[in-house]
């Protein structure tokens, strides 16, 4: 009876515990990229393209759910695009040290009013390796979470 308890116990708190990693796991993944020298014709230079590791193109085209910070971007025609980084404004890959694989694009489905606090959202991820005017990560049909 006292080791029924205990594994109970175990998986109810296993249960609690894996939303929380899995999110937090989510940036940690999309960080798995190395980068490789391509000759852009339109700009006559080589740039960086992004390759994505096994990990990061098994995400492409599913719901995933991440927590980060709404970063507004002038241009953006409203609260329903956005970018979304893995840290607050002032580190973020466009003020900060952080990389382009800290930075999403948002399209949600609702408004999403701004604030400094993280926010939860869900959606349909899309990876990006030859646009460079764009972001490397977008996601789409997004809801707020929390």
Not at 43 to 70: A, C, H
Request: hydrophobic share 40%.
């Amino acid at each position: 009876m006292k080791k029924i308890l205990i594994s109970t116990c175990l998986v109810f708190l296993g249960a609690l515990i894996l939303p929380v990693t899995a999110q937090e796991n989510m940036w940690m993944t999309l960080s798995k990229i190395t980068y490789k020298k391509q000759y852009d014709e339109m700009l006559g230079f080589k740039v960086d393209v992004p390759v994505f590791s096994k990990d990061v193109q098994s995400l492409e085209g599913k719901v995933v759910t991440i927590k980060g910070y709404i970063i507004p971007v002038e241009g953006y025609k409203s609260h329903k695009e956005f970018i979304l980084s893995a840290y607050p404004y002032n580190m973020c890959f466009f003020c900060g040290g952080a990389g382009p694989e800290t930075v999403m694009e948002i399209k949600a489905r609702q408004p999403v009013s701004y604030t400094a606090d993280p926010v939860t959202l869900k959606g349909v991820l899309r990876l990006n390796a030859t646009d460079i005017n764009r972001l490397m990560y977008s996601l789409s049909e997004v809801e707020l979470i929390n």
